[in-house]
């Protein structure tokens, strides 16, 4: 192993981050080489199954994460400031990966603005409400559409309240830390604060909300976040 004496920890950290963009840099051209690769059918004459499985056999990855690179290779295509981004060194694999997550990305440059003030970890939980409040969106749309005999057309119930916040949401929900609370001094210490964030506003805001008017939280799926906060990483609506 080789010896770093004489080198100081920060010496080390900053050697630690520029060998990361380099190698997300690297990995950007091995990716869009794959990419290639397969779009010329390489892997046939090999006698492979799949190209994913050329991969594996041939760059020694394990059968899931070849189909997960090959995954990100194919929607690299479609996402040209992410890929510009990500072989610059700017973004990680593991950011670009969250972002080629969802099918239809028509506000890359929103998505990329998140991307770079937020953690690998938080990105992902932006990703994955995101996808939670379009899926709502379109079971809504389709339930609508298909009217049944005797039944109400319209949404109610929680579905409703998470389709109609986030349909409000136009812009997604940025890592912004709250602004200080303006609410009066004289609120009980038992009144929590709630962060909101309002259409025109990059800047989250505070709001004092009594505990008798406050929405009791609807039960959840485990990371599914809120709809009204897209990407939400820890409001008090899903903290309870």
Known sequence: ?????????????????????????ALCRWLELLAEFDRR???????????????????????????????VARALGRLPRTTALFARGELSYSKVRAITRLQDVTREDELLAVARDATAGQL?????????????ERDAAAANATPTH?????CTGPAAAAISASSAA???MPIWPAAPCSCSAEKPATWPCRS??????????????????????????????CAGCIGCIGCIGCIG
Do not use: N
């Open 1 to 25: 192993m080789r010896s770093f004496e004489g080198r100081t920890t920060e010496q080390l950290g900053e050697e630690l981050a520029v060998l990361s963009a380099q190698l997300a840099s």
């Open 196 to 225: 909101t964030a309002p259409e025109a506003s990059v800047t989250a805001q505070r709001v004092c909300v009594p505990p008798a008017s406050r929405p009791r939280p609807q039960p959840r799926a485990p990371g599914a976040g």
């Open 41 to 71: 059918g390489g892997w046939t004459a090999s006698g492979a199954r799949s190209c994913a499985q050329w991969v594996s056999w041939r760059c020694a990855l394990s059968p899931g994460a070849a189909r997960e690179h090959l995954r």
């Open 124 to 136: 992902e939980r932006v990703v994955r409400g995101y996808r939670t409040s379009i899926r709502l």
């Open 150 to 154: 005797g039944a109400s057309t319209a």
């Open 170 to 172: 136009t812009a997604l």
